[in-house]
């Protein structure tokens, strides 16, 4: 692992970054999200409180519009963008889930998305990405840069850029999250005692911390992340940005960011407790649970909080704890691989 | 198809059948089950709004606890065995939903479980039963009858037999199912126009029928079949209770029941509206969409109503329809073969 210091002002800064994230810009989002976004469950299971020694309350993003939570963050983005830029479409880079988001917004909005995506993502995150109506440009994780990609295709056409994490409006999209866990909990008498959720940029994570921290204040937030790209752990832990030294040879793909967003470790580093890292082998074993008991068809990047839970790796004993399953969009072949492991 | 008519006291007759059963006993039944059962969520998709033409509510019981609806109604009739015969345990026979519904009863109210089940039942709802503490009997589907032998395992022990379907604490604990989904599409300002459940021997079907006729009358409910199992579309078609000629067959293992239930048939005659057949390949299309597009964990017999409406079966256009996803318990060999079809 790599422990190379970034630069405050490495990195794709988008147009609107730099603006203080705050809870009324969470509510916002929620209003504005509200018409077309699915008020995803807060799910229980017996079985699952019992391996856990807690009372765990389950938020299945997976269940959301595009197979994902990414489709709030993209639709709050997209629902910002000035009228006459609409006319020349967006552009976002993702590993796969923010590629579905911000194609299913567009779509509803009327808007053209061309999306750079890494040539290894999942099939059917490619598939369903042009299955909404999206262009897709393709390059290699290893070798070239996707936010330069992404940079040019923006200068040519004049299209707005929509980055995955590193934006209010995407970070306050997925913030919205946070805000139903918390009133979801609340309808049941229960004030969460910690969160957790998986961290690859850290849009969500940040989003939620914020929600968190003004709606349920003792409430604390925690990072998951897979073994290779655990980047917010460290940084958090140093108290800098660090990146990760692999780019690929996670089973997580939509996990696999460099390092931390600037705006989201800005967020994290004063609100995340303790950071959690997670090994292939657990996140598989938790997209199986997954599977056979809670009966949930979780991708294993969204299976990561669950795997933090199941495998143990925080004290989370008698409290009350909330995990979210960001996402669904799992191959066939890798559901009958860890189906076959069992 | 067999058209064979049956006596009316053919079939075996649990002690408590024969009470009228009323919107009273699912609401006794709601409150004794709260506890423990969970309040499955009410779920919606844009995309099967748009395969359906319809505004689509998923009731999605295969999120139960023992992965379907059956732990409502066994659980409410194993609380309301007295005392002194808990001591003795009780006996069901079950395709493996009901077997998993009653052994996971029967552990949280300290009783012993024998289940008599199919020797071809799905290797996970064998396994999943004897996990929940139950013993488990096989018999052969095509040779043996399970109620006889069901009859004898109580005439040796003194158990209690929990009839599957025929029995109006299990009725009544399968309408909270309706209950539930009236009262959650209410929430949402929306008065359903149709309801369809998957259908065996009628034991849900009924219990929804009966809520759905109380508590939202403009309501019609429709029962959904396997091709070689339509015993109740003909058995309400013809105004008699009417079995089937095939044993086996189906992919749908929940939904092989030989003829309606008499208690079930009773009720459905009164509330049913038009009977809807689905074939094997609409189902494992429905098993295949709930896992692609839901991220659902569905069972063939627990698909039969999403079938029926991505099918086209029913004239539902611009109507509000609510389904039931009634279970699960998916081999995960059965799953990799559904998903290797696509």
């Known amino acids: 692992m790599s422990d190379t210091q ?7 800064t988008p147009a609107s970054s730099g603006k203080a994230i ?13 018409g077309e976004a699915l008020a995803t469950p807060l799910l229980r299971h017996p079985l699952l409180d019992e391996r856990a020694g807690a009372r765990v309350f389950i938020k299945a993003e997976n269940l959301q ?5 990414k489709f709030r963050g993209a639709f709050n983005c997209l629902s910002l963008v000035p009228g006459e830029a609409r006319t020349r479409g967006v552009v976002a880079c993702s590993s796969g889930n923010h590629a ?32 909404f109506g999206a262009k897709v440009v393709t390059y290699d994780r290893e070798t070239e840069d996707r936010d330069a990609i992404a940079t040019t295709l923006c200068k040519q056409s004049g299209a707005t850029l929509v980055h995955p994490f590193n934006d209010p409006a995407v970070i306050a999209g997925q ?19 910690h969160v957790l959720a998986c961290t690859g940029g850290g849009g969500l994570s940040s989003g939620i911390a914020l929600a968190l921290a003004s709606r349920s204040p003792s409430t604390l937030f925690h990072t998951v992340e897979p073994e290779l790209f655990d980047d917010y752990k460290r940084s958090l832990d140093a108290g800098t ?16 960011s460099q390092s931390p967003g600037e705006i ?5 580093r004063r609100l995340a407790g303790e950071g959690v890292t997670v090994s292939d082998d657990e996140v598989l074993d938790a997209v199986a649970f997954a599977f056979t ?12 909080a669950l795997a933090a839970v199941l495998s143990g790796k925080l004290a989370l004993t008698n409290t009350a704890v909330g995990i979210v399953l960001t996402g669904g969009n799992i191959d066939p072949q890798m559901m009958v691989k860890v189906l076959s492991r069992q």
């Open 6 to 12: 970034l630069h405050p002002d490495q990195g794709m």
């Open 22 to 34: 705050t809870i009324k810009d969470i509510e916002a989002a929620a209003a504005r999200i509200g």
């Open 65 to 69: 519009r595009s197979g994902s939570f």
């Open 100 to 131: 579905q988001g911000v194609a299913a917004s567009a779509r509803l909005l009327g808007m053209t998305a061309t999306i750079v995506m890494p040539a290894d993502a999942p099939a059917i995150k490619l598939e369903r990405t042009r299955g």
């Open 175 to 193: 913030g919205t999250v946070g805000l139903e866990m918390v009133a979801q909990a609340a309808a049941l008498g229960v004030e969460l005692d």
């Open 241 to 256: 940005r660090l990146s990760n030294a692999a780019k690929s040879g996670s089973v997580c793909d939509a996990l696999m």
């Open 264 to 268: 989201g470790f800005s967020i994290l």
């Open 293 to 304: 008991e809670l009966k949930l068809v979780v991708e294993p990047g969204g299976a990561a």
